[in-house]
């Protein structure tokens, strides 16, 4: 299991939170994901022989919001 963190701009609400939160639970090989609508953040934990971090930002960016990984 892998994990990422991801700097999510454009949530004002929990609308936003939970638009993104859907957005990466529907990728195939995530396992868990925590929106942190106060720090902009995305916590995931996922299969990284099913998925990339590249899809992740994908998923996010296919629901409206823009992201980048953390390092």
């Known amino acids: 299991m892998?994990?990422?963190q991801l700097?999510?701009?454009?949530?004002t609400c929990s609308h936003c939170r939970?638009?993104?939160e859907t957005a990466l639970q529907q990728v195939a090989g995530v396992y868990s994901v925590?929106?942190?609508l106060d720090?902009?953040?995305?916590e995931v934990d996922f299969d990284a022989n099913a998925v990339?971090?590249?899809v992740l930002v994908g998923a996010v960016k296919s629901a409206?919001?823009?992201?980048?990984?953390?390092s």
């Not at 700097?7 to 949530?11: A, I, P, Q």
């Open 2 to 4: 892998a994990s990422i």
């Open 7 to 11: 700097k999510v701009s454009g949530m």
């Open 18 to 20: 939970g638009k993104v």
């Open 34 to 36: 925590f929106v942190d």
């Open 39 to 42: 720090d902009g953040s995305a």
């Open 52 to 54: 990339t971090p590249e």
């Open 64 to 70: 409206g919001y823009d992201a980048l990984p953390v």
